[in-house]
């Protein structure tokens, strides 16, 4: 019986540590999927596969810095720079016609890093709320679009108190775990994608479900197209790996035009590629377009952010910062060896209410 005791007594102890840790840890950093993991031994660094909040010496930034001042020193020919940003869809296209839905994994981390995701005293849904038209084109500006019996405009998702888009979805990595989490809420989910071949490939999974969610294929850039819901009229908007794939000179207007359809207090989270990732730096001569924008072989784009970047992008946006974080980890590589050091950009912007 003591024995059991003590052994209650310290598994307690170590759960109260943990939670201890990682409550002084979200104060200043945003909660690790794979939990706090802090590099305290570095004999220790192959018994993990990521530790978190890695610190960067100045040798450290100095060889990174030395590293993209390499590739980047030729640069893509101005004659061919310009297929990557008009025929981007097309290089998406093959990309999922290749890879189909095997090549990212689900995120399942979302809810630990973006608890705002989720919808706070949600009500539960009894009956279907929403209407569920053909995927909408963006080209179409009424699309998504009906007239309802006393003439008012209805649109997918117009019942629900608390909605969700996300940009860039892809084959839905997002849009699952999300969907798992909010079905039985008064909660709706919206999916864009430019790439055709991805939405349908979100619409043909079994697990889609048109009476809590709606995807459409979407070109963020195109300045003319429209969403199939109103301005101000959504609580969150995610974008996930998303924007570095857009050329630099087009990202302000993006978040200027999706930040319209925020709701006042209403939420932007963005995770994306930080500067100097080990992504950025395995880049080879030739790949670069522009500064800190590279071209991978498939004809996909990557832009890598600065902290003081992405404050400036979601400001000027007319948002309000609530987050915003380098995500600095260690991946290691066990069976070779091999440490690898990853960035990535974490940050949530809101939309402020007017004053009364």
């Known amino acids: 019986m003591n024995k059991l005791r003590r052994f209650t007594v310290s598994k307690l102890a170590v759960t109260v540590i943990r939670v201890t840790l990682r409550s002084k840890s979200a104060a200043q950093r945003p909660s690790a999927p794979l939990g706090s993991r802090l590099l305290t031994d570095p004999d220790d660094v192959f018994k993990h596969n990521m530790w978190d909040h890695v610190q960067w010496t100045e040798e450290d930034k100095e060889n990174a810095k030395q590293m993209i001042e390499e590739n980047s020193r030729v640069q893509v020919s101005l004659k061919e720079q310009g297929k990557f940003d008009t025929e981007a869809c097309h290089y998406w296209d093959k990309f999922y016609e290749a890879h189909q839905d095997k090549f990212f994994k689900d995120r399942r981390w979302l809810f630990l890093e973006f608890p705002e995701l989720l919808p706070t ?14 995927p909408a084109s963006s080209s179409d500006p009424e699309a998504g679009r009906h007239q309802g019996q006393n003439g008012a405009a209805t649109f997918p998702g117009q019942q629900a108190s608390f909605r969700i888009l996300e940009v860039g979805c892809g084959v839905g990595n997002s ?62 908007i995610l974008a996930v790996f998303v924007l570095s794939s857009i050329h630099p000179e087009r990202i302000q207007g993006v978040v200027n035009r999706l930040s319209a359809y925020l709701k006042d207090g209403g939420v932007f989270l963005f995770r994306d590629y930080g500067r100097y990732d080990l992504s950025q730096l395995r880049f080879k001569k030739g790949q670069c377009l522009s500064e800190n924008f590279y071209t991978r072989g498939d004809g996909t784009c990557a832009y890598f952010f600065s902290k003081e970047e992405v404050h400036d992008l979601f400001s000027k946006a007319g948002l309000e910062e609530v987050q915003n974080l380098e995500d600095k980890r260690l991946q290691v590589n066990r069976r070779k060896k091999v440490v690898m050091r990853r960035v990535w950009m974490q940050s949530k912007y809101r939309k402020s209410s007017p004053p009364s």
């Open 121 to 134: 005293g949600a009500v539960r849904q009894t009956t279907s709320t929403c209407y569920n038209p053909a």
């Open 175 to 236: 849009v699952f775990p999300i969907l798992k989490n909010i079905k039985g809420t008064d909660s709706f989910l919206y999916g864009c994608d430019f790439s055709q071949r991805a939405i349908q490939l979100i619409m043909d999974h079994p697990d889609y479900d048109d009476s809590v969610c709606h995807v459409f294929v979407h070109d963020l850039c195109e300045e003319a197209a429209s969403f199939p819901f109103p301005p101000r009229s959504l609580d969150v």
